[in-house]
DNA sequence: GATAATTATTTGAAGCCTAAAGCAACATCC
DNA sequence: GGATGTTGCTTTAGGCTTCAAATAATTATC
């Protein structure tokens, strides 16, 4: 809802927020879009989820392993569900698990050979994919959205945490 | 990995692709950072889900109400999905559905009064949300914003539509 | 060294999601 | 008007996800 001011100059009312909320569900739409693709690629190519898919990008990052709560944290989900996706991916051999000498309440999880390997290429691949999906975007427009997008994680993010206090 | 020319001007060598996996990270990041801000207060405030709030949501758009297929299509989530979850609004007692007249294999679903009254009451807090989490953009950097990720809309539609044909 | 608090992980219940198979009702075509 | 095909929806099997409760092992405290 627009209102014209007496200069006749298009002027919003104070609690107008349809431009926030459109592009909201811009980035929504555009993210999804992009991942949904991603996790259809993944799946014809290679027969793997997007779950799986980032967990093992980040044992591929620590070749000494990580324990579970490592994952949770880095991958930013609930323990439980790292529980699961190890245990999934330990059935299929591309995970070891193993109790930690040190204190037996901790699995270390590393990727095996057989799943560096394969992960290595389907890493490769995924990275092509970005570059052509990003394609029509020139290295300005690449450079603009990254900026624009860390001042948007920063407003975000100081919502958040002004939620939790 | 950047090397110099003979102009000492930093030039990429042609398969890096290092800037477009960095800005689809940083993009998910950001989604997927708001997305959960935004579900963990529609649970807290209303005690909904963010997929029944988008359901209400396009219910609220067509007061004559909608197939389930329309629903399944508008959403762009799968048949079986919607089932389940018209099931548990109707449940909930936010939705009404009913078998048309006309074809008796078509579910028609609406808001029911009380629905349509809570879906307003969260929408209203919903946009307030998006604008306070967008809060340090100014209205160039939204409009920024938008213009970007429409071209990114329209580069990743490219890529699927190719990889379909 | 026993008790209490903390930490790491697992389990269980519930919801969301998909793909594929199945069922029922409608439409077409002869 | 009956066989064939199509459409709308549900069901099933499986995976991902969370939260909360339970277990087990370690650390801190006294």
Known sequence: MTILDSETKAVETPDDHGDELRLW??????TTMIESEIRSRLRERFEVTLPRFDLMAQLDKTPDGMTLSDVSKRMMVSNGN?????ERLVESGHVDRRTS???????????????????????????????EIFGDLGSKDVADLMKLLAKTKASAKKAVTARMA
């Open 25 to 30: 569900l811009r980035l929504l739409t555009c």
């Open 101 to 131: 000498s040190t204190d037996r309440r901790v699995q270390v999880i590393r990727l095996t050979r057989q799943g560096r390997a394969e992960f290595r290429k389907m890493a490769a691949e995924h990275e092509r994919w970005i570059a």
């Open 82 to 86: 790292v529980t699961g996706l190890v």
